[in-house]
C-alpha cells in the first residue's frame, strides 16, 4: 500500500537553527498537508499546499515556517529559527484530491534545545 | 470556531466487549468526519470517513455513525481485542480544505 514518507524520524537541534523536515507524499496525490502535535496536545493544522502554493495557513504558520515542493517528489517544512515551543511532531499529509481520506507520514519529532 | 471533543479521555474494557467512544463538534457545516487511530509516537491511521451526505460507515469491526444537526459521531467497536488498544481520534473537516481534531480517547482492551 502506498505511503507517505518522511524523514528523519527524530531531529534535535539547537535554538535559533533552522530546520528542515522532508516529506515524500504519495505519487499521485495533489493536496499536500503539514500538521504539528505538541506533547500531550491536540494534533493542529499548518499548512495546506496545492498546484504549487499555499492554499491555507494557520495562525501557528507565521514568517518563520515556509514550505517548498522543490520537485516532482518532495514536499519540505523549514523552520527558519528554532524556538523551544516548535518542539513537537511534525506529520506531513497528502491526498489525490479535496474531501477524501488523508494519508499521514509516521511523523518526525522534533527537538528544540 | 469549530471545536471537537472526545468523551471519554480514556477508556479500559476487557478483551470482547463491543465499545462506543464519542466525538461532538460545535459547527454543525462540515463536509466530513474523519475517524483515526494513534499508537504511541507513531503517524496517524485512518479508519472511517462520512461524508456530511452520510449517516455511517462499516470497515470490518468498526461503524462510525455521523448525526450532523446535533454534532455528534460515534465509533462503535464490536468484540475488543487487545491490538486495538491505541488513541483513536476524530476530525472534521470544515469545508474540505483541513481537519480540526479532538484530543482523542485512549483505548486499552486487556487480555
Known amino acids: 500500500e502506498p505511503e507517505v514518507t518522511q524523514t528523519p524520524s527524530h531531529q534535535v537541534t539547537q535554538m535559533g537553527q533552522e530546520v528542515i523536515l522532508r516529506c515524500v507524499p504519495i505519487?499521485?496525490?495533489?493536496?499536500f498537508y503539514w500538521y504539528r502535535q505538541i506533547l500531550g496536545q491536540k494534533v493542529e493544522f499548518l499548512v495546506s499546499f496545492y498546484n504549487n502554493e499555499i492554499s491555507e495557513k494557520s495562525e501557528i504558520f507565521d514568517d518563520q515556517f515556509s514550505v517548498e515542493r522543490p520537485d516532482g517528489s518532495n514536499f519540505t517544512l523549514k523552520i527558519r529559527s528554532t524556538k523551544l515551543e516548535d518542539s513537537a511532531m511534525y506529520f506531513c499529509?497528502?491526498?489525490?484530491?479535496?474531501?477524501?481520506?488523508?494519508?499521514f507520514g509516521s511523523g518526525t519529532r522534533l527537538t528544540v534545545v | 470556531k469549530q471545536e471537537v471533543t472526545q468523551i471519554p479521555a480514556a477508556l479500559s474494557v476487557p478483551e470482547g466487549e463491543n465499545l462506543v467512544l464519542n466525538c461532538s463538534f460545535t459547527?454543525?457545516?462540515?463536509?466530513?468526519l474523519q475517524w483515526f487511530r494513534q499508537d504511541p509516537g507513531k503517524g496517524l491511521t485512518s479508519l472511517l470517513l462520512?461524508?456530511?451526505?452520510?449517516r455511517e460507515q462499516t470497515s470490518g469491526r468498526l461503524n462510525a455513525s455521523l448525526d450532523k444537526s446535533s454534532g455528534r459521531s460515534t465509533l462503535y467497536i464490536a468484540a475488543s481485542q487487545p491490538g486495538d488498544s491505541a488513541t483513536y481520534l476524530c476530525?472534521?473537516?470544515?469545508?474540505?480544505?483541513?481537519?480540526?481534531f479532538g484530543a482523542g480517547t485512549i483505548l486499552r482492551v486487556k487480555s
Open positions: 462520512i461524508q456530511s451526505s452520510q
Open positions: 505519487s499521485n496525490h495533489l493536496y
Open positions: 476530525a472534521v473537516d470544515p469545508y474540505g480544505n483541513k481537519l480540526v
Open positions: 499529509a497528502s491526498r489525490w484530491r479535496d474531501r477524501v481520506f488523508y494519508t
Open positions: 459547527d454543525s457545516a462540515i463536509y466530513n
